[in-house]
């Protein structure tokens, strides 16, 4: 497909694909970073209690040298960056619990301490990812499996997330649905790869009808299983009813997600102070569904564009892996211009438009989520934070306009 020289094709892991193959770590690299865990996982005592400050300013600022190895880099950044939203939003977004708060606990805080602030810009630059709780803090390095079959994601029954805000239900299964997607779309990853590898080893301007037809049957197969993925996803994230209250997720879940990057409460971001008078503004956005590699693997398989800009500035949310082989898929796939080059009657163009179709579906589902998990909320709420995205969007006409595109790219004659 491409001409251009590009690294080789990483290898997809069918069981897992962009969720941690290991899960999360469930304790502290060693004794020395036991702090940190006692502050992440008491965070739905700590919340209510307005204590999350207090005992954030107690800490020593810890060396980060002992994280060696990715798993514990992994560790620290779940664990420090919800401490570090909970830091910033447990004042000025929860209201009622009890206990002795801190003098500042109704206001926003935009301020990082260097003991929160220097170990998570650390270990965030080791990462390749900015310094806020992003996608891969909450669900793809943030879950263990639980119940009868300790091995089987695929079902958000069996995943509970390690570090919360609440400890509650709907906070569990709405990073379950997600983690179950990721779960669900892994099979997939590999067998849309594999699909471009091979073209991308068979091309030759002087292909035979042999080799054609082979490239089209290896496609087939692809948006064959492509939209029975796909539909199956759009079902699974229907299921967001069944344990996620609105009211609940809006109200106690869906602040603490929010980032310093279209956000009133923060015009200027968050300062990361990294001592001595010294530190840095930093507008980023929160973490988002956006960020999940899946949906956008799809897109760029299919040669589906949307408007520039939010979905690119996503990517840089991503694990660097993650990002590097989106940039190999759209360098490579030609599948919506080699299909629209087809016949009308062509099997292969209404296999393109079924699949997506599907995922119109899926987008359209999403849209509903939004309208009855934010939307809703928001108009009913006198005090609460209007209908933003956690990422610091407008979320209904993105969405659309998300849709729109995807549709739009059903219609091969444009």
């Not at 939203?85 to 206001?107: F, K, L």
């Not at 080799?211 to 993925?229: I, K, S, T, V």
Request: hydrophobic share 35%.
């Amino acid at each position: 497909m491409s001409q251009t020289q590009t690294p080789s094709w990483p290898s997809g892991n069918t069981e897992t694909g962009f969720l941690s193959r290991d899960g999360a770590l469930h304790s502290p690299p060693e004794a020395y970073y036991q702090p940190w865990e006692v502050i992440a996982l008491g965070l739905p005592e700590l919340i209510p209690k307005r204590g999350v400050r207090n005992a954030v300013r107690k800490l020593e600022e810890l060396s980060t040298d002992g994280l060696s190895t990715e798993a514990h880099r992994r560790w620290a950044y779940v664990r420090l960056s919800f401490i570090a939203q909970a830091y910033i939003w447990c004042g000025g977004t929860i209201r009622g619990g009890g206990g002795q708060g801190d003098e500042d606990d109704d206001n926003v805080q935009s301020h990082l301490p260097p003991q929160l602030a220097v170990p998570l810009l650390q270990i965030s630059s080791r990462l390749h990812l900015p310094p806020i709780m992003t996608y891969a803090a909450t669900c793809l390095w943030n879950f263990q499996c639980v119940g009868a079959d300790e091995a089987d994601l695929d079902e958000p029954e069996n995943i509970r997330s390690v570090v919360t805000f609440t400890g509650g239900e709907s906070e569990s299964w709405f990073f379950g649905i997600s983690i179950a997607m990721e779960a669900r779309g892994a099979r997939v990853i590999p067998v849309l790869t594999d699909a471009l590898r091979a073209d991308d080893e068979d091309e030759d301007e002087d292909e035979d009808e042999t080799r054609r037809n082979l490239r089209r049957g290896r496609l087939a197969a692809a948006l064959d299983h492509l939209g029975r993925c796909v539909d199956d996803l759009t079902r699974l994230l229907g299921r967001m009813y069944e344990r996620c209250d609105p009211s609940a997720f809006y109200h106690d879940i869906r602040p603490f997600l929010a980032g310093g990057k279209g956000v009133s409460q923060l015009p200027r971001g968050v300062f990361y102070d990294t001592g001595d008078g010294h530190g840095l503004w930093r507008q980023l956005r929160g973490g988002s569904n956006g960020q999940s590699t899946l949906f956008q693997l799809f897109d760029r398989f299919l040669g589906i564009r949307h408007p520039a800009g939010f979905h690119d500035e996503m990517k840089a949310y991503m694990p660097l892996d993650h990002r590097r082989l989106l940039d190999r898929v759209e360098r490579t796939s030609d599948v919506r211009e080699l299909v629209a080059a087809l016949p009308p009657d062509h099997d292969l163009r209404a296999s393109y438009t079924s699949v997506v179709d599907a995922l119109s579906r899926l987008r359209a589902k999403h849209l509903e989520l939004v309208a009855r998990y934010i939307v809703v909320p928001s108009s009913s709420s006198s005090s609460g934070p209007a209908a933003v995205g956690t990422a610091g969007t407008s979320p209904i006409p993105f969405l659309r306009e998300t849709r729109r595109s995807t549709m739009l790219a059903g219609n091969l004659a444009i």
